[in-house]
C-alpha cells in the first residue's frame, strides 16, 4: 500500500489556512447522528473529545483511570511552547518550526510541524481563556523561560506543574460538555480491540476493568490518545499504567506503526537506586534554565560536592556546547552525561550519576534581589536567603519532590541525575489529517509518530497533544464525516463486532488458563532490562540482534509460564497487566528490528557504528531520508514501507549546537 500523507499543495506557511479553507464540512444538523469514539482522555483526549462534544457530535470518551484527570498529561512539569515572541526576543512561528524539524534531526514532516508552530500561538489564548494559572510577570503579563534546542524564552509554564493545570483546563471543558450529554464518560474502561466493517473502522470492544464484562461500542470515526509506550523499557518516567495496547491492537489491525525505534531518553531524571525500584521520577527541563551540570574533573573523586573547588569541575556541557550550554536538547544532552559517567567520572554511590547544581543561579538571584531592594551591602548569607526565596519560587515544588525522594536538600547540595526513558517519538503512521491507514481510525498526540522526527524537543509534546484535540481534528474529522453522513448508526449484534469479543475473550481465557509460576511483573521487569541493554541510548547491530532472539524467548516463555492470579469477572489489575505486557513484548520486537534497519545516528537513535569522530550522531540522509511505516504480517512478521521526506524550505545540515 502506497504511502499518502495527504500535505496540501502550494507555499509551507499557507497549506493549513488552505486545507481549513476548502475541506468538507459537516453541518450541525448532521453532527448530532455522528459518533464518535475518543480513547484516552490526556490532553489529546479530554481537548478531542470536549472540542468534538462542543461542535455537537456525539462522543464516548473511555479512560482506563478511574477519572480523566489521572491521564499521564498531568505530571508533565516545565511548560508548553508557544511563537508569541512575548520577550521581542527573535521567535516566530518559523524559528519555532526551524528548532522543532532541527531538534528532530531531520527526520519528521515539514507540513506537520509547520502547522504545529503555526496553531501554537491559538493554544495559549484558550487555556488562558479557561483560567490555566499560567505564570506571570510582575506587571501582569505571561512569563516565559527556555527550553533545551533554542536560543529563544518561548515556553509558558505554571511552576512546575503546567501538565496538570493544561490537564484541568481541558478536563473542565470535558465535564461541561459530559453534563450537557454531548460526551458519555466511560472511566475504568480498557479499549481491547478496534472493531472494522468494509475495511472502516466502526467501533471498540472495552473491557470494564472494575466488573471484567466486555463491551461493545460503535463509531462513525474512532480516536485514539492513548500516549506513548515508554514503558515497554519497564523503569521510565511514565505512568506506571502507561500502555502501548490501544495502539498495537490498531497496528495488528492494519494500522502502520511509525518510527517505533525513535524513544526519548530524558537527561534529568533522579538516579536509579536499586532493583526494588519500578518507577522514575523526571526532574523538568525547565530546571537547565538556571541549573549547571557538572562532574569532578578527576576521575573517581569521592569528596562531597561542596568540598570540590570550582577548578576542580568539569561543567562538560558549557565545554562541548558553548552556544547552547546547558540547553542543548535532549538526546545531545543525555548521551554526554553517559558519556562522562561511562568513562569513570560519574557520581554518587553507584557513580552512574551528575550533578545538577543551583549554587550560583541562587546567588545571581539574590544580587539581583539585594539590588531591587537597595541592599548593595549586603553579606553572603543575605544574598543567599533572597537568592533562595527566588529559587523556591520558580521550583519550589520541583525542589521539594526531590528532597522527599532522596532526603538531600537541593537548596544547599546540588542534585544528582542521570538519564531515563520518558516519551516516544514514535507511535502509529498517521498522514496530515492524523487519521491512520485504517480508514476512520485516528491517532492524536504522543500516539501518533508526527511531529518530532528522531528526537522531541522540551516543552513540545504538551503543545501537539492540544494542537490535535483542540484545533486540527475538528477540521480533519469533518472533513472525513461529511462523505459518511449516510451511515446509520451500526448495530452492535453485527458479525463484526461478535467476532471481534470473541477474539479478545479468546485471548484473555488463553492468558487466564496458563496457570505459570512467574508473576506479570517479572516478565515485564525482563524484557526492559533487555530494551535498556541493547536498545536503549547506544545501540549496535550485534546487540539489537541478539535482543529480538531473547524477547522471541521470553514471549514464549511468558505464553507458557506466566501466572495470573484472581478471575476474569472482576476487579483484577493483574489480569490488566498481563494483556498490556504481552503487548510490550511484541513491540520490543519490532522496536529492536527497526533500530536494526536503520543503520545510522539520528536524535534520540543512537547507532554506536554510526558517529562522528567527537562522539555526536552522524545521520546518513543518503540511504534513511524517509519515515519507516510498519506493516502487521502475523506472529513476528512486519513489512517496512517508505515514506519518503522531502524537504522544500529547511536544508538538513549535520545539528551543531556548538
Known sequence: ????????????????????????????????????????????GASAAASLGEMGYKVKAFCFQDSPRRAHSIAAQGGINAAKNYQNDGDSTYRLFYDTI???????????????????????????????????????????????????????????????????????????????GNVEMYARHEMLEVVKIDGRARGIIARNLVTGELERHFGHAVLLCTGGYGNVFYLSTNAMGSNVTAAWKAHKQGAYFGNPCFTQIHPTCIPVSGDHQSKLTLMSESLR???????????????????????????????????????????????????????????????????????????????????????????????????????KEKYGNLFDMYAKITGENPYEVPMRIYPAVHYTMGGLWVDYELMTTVPGLYALGEANFSDHG????????????????????????????????????????????????????????????????????????????????????????????EAVTEIRALKNEFWSNVRIPGDIKEYNPELDKAGRVADFIELGELMCKDALERNESCGGHFREESQTEDGEALRDDEKYMYVAAWEYKGESQFEMHKETLDYEVVHPSARSYK
Open 1 to 44: 500500500m502506497a504511502l499518502n500523507s495527504k500535505i496540501p499543495a502550494g507555499p509551507l506557511e499557507s497549506k493549513w489556512k488552505t486545507y481549513k479553507s476548502t475541506c468538507k464540512l459537516v453541518n450541525p444538523a448532521n453532527k448530532r447522528s455522528l459518533e464518535i469514539i475518543v480513547v484516552g482522555t490526556g490532553l489529546a
Open 102 to 180: 532541527k531538534g528532530g534531526d531531520y527526520r519528521s514532516r515539514e507540513g506537520n510541524v509547520y502547522r504545529l508552530a503555526e496553531v501554537s500561538a491559538n493554544i495559549i489564548d484558550q487555556c488562558v481563556a479557561q483560567g490555566v494559572p499560567f505564570a506571570r510577570e510582575y506587571g501582569g503579563l505571561l512569563s516565559n523561560r527556555s527550553f533545551g534546542g533554542t536560543q529563544v524564552q518561548r515556553t509558558f509554564y505554571a511552576a512546575g506543574q503546567t501538565g496538570q493545570q493544561l490537564l484541568i483546563g481541558a478536563y473542565q471543558g470535558l465535564e461541561r460538555q459530559i453534563s450537557l
Open 289 to 391: 534554565n538556571d541549573g549547571r551540570i557538572w562532574v569532578p574533573k578527576a576521575k573517581g573523586d569521592n569528596r562531597k560536592a561542596t568540598d570540590i573547588p570550582e577548578e576542580e569541575r568539569d561543567y562538560y556541557l558549557e565545554r562541548r556546547y558553548p552556544a547552547f550550554g546547558n540547553l542543548v536538547p535532549r538526546d545531545v544532552a543525555s548521551r554526554a552525561a553517559k558519556e562522562r559517567c561511562d568513562a569513570g567520572f560519574g557520581v554518587g554511590s553507584s557513580k552512574m550519576a551528575v550533578y545538577l547544581d543551583f549554587a550560583s543561579a541562587i546567588m545571581r538571584y539574590g544580587k539581583v534581589e539585594a539590588h531591587k531592594q537597595g541592599l548593595g551591602g549586603a553579606d553572603k548569607d543575605a544574598i543567599y536567603k533572597m537568592g533562595k526565596d527566588v529559587v
Open 454 to 545: 528522531a528526537n522531541r524537543l522540551g516543552a513540545s509534546a504538551l503543545m501537539q497533544g492540544l494542537a490535535d484535540g483542540y484545533f486540527v481534528i475538528p477540521y480533519t474529522l469533518g472533513n472525513n464525516l461529511a462523505d459518511d453522513i449516510r451511515t446509520k448508526a451500526i448495530a452492535t449484534d453485527h458479525p463484526a463486532f461478535v467476532q471481534a469479543e470473541k477474539d479478545v475473550n479468546d485471548r484473555i481465557n488463553k492468558l487466564m488458563s496458563i496457570k505459570g509460576t512467574e508473576s506479570v511483573e517479572s516478565f515485564h521487569k525482563r524484557l526492559g532490562k533487555i530494551m535498556w541493554d541493547k536498545c536503549g541510548m547506544g545501540r549496535n547491530a550485534k546487540g539489537l540482534s
